[in-house]
């Protein structure tokens, strides 16, 4: 794990918000991303990862 995501928002957070498909879970999951002091160290991660699904960094990726 790397270190900044223990500063993350989104910790604590139900992780299933971060992976639903409704419509207002999306809404709430980016509105957590907007308020996160570590957001574009999330965003880079998502980045080289590859990470294809989900809420990163308030974007919403790719549903496979």
């Given amino acids: 794990m790397e270190e900044w995501m223990d500063r993350a ?3 604590g957070k139900d992780p ?3 992976f ?3 419509p207002e ?3 709430r999951a980016v509105r957590v ?6 957001i574009k160290d ?3 991660y998502a980045k080289r990862h590859r990470i294809g699904d989900g809420i990163w960094a308030g974007v919403e990726r790719n549903r496979a």
């Fill in 9 to 11: 928002a989104c910790v």
């Fill in 16 to 18: 299933e918000l971060f």
């Fill in 20 to 22: 639903s498909t409704d």
């Fill in 25 to 27: 879970d999306v809404r």
């Fill in 33 to 38: 991303c907007r308020e996160c002091p570590v």
């Fill in 42 to 44: 999330c965003r880079k």
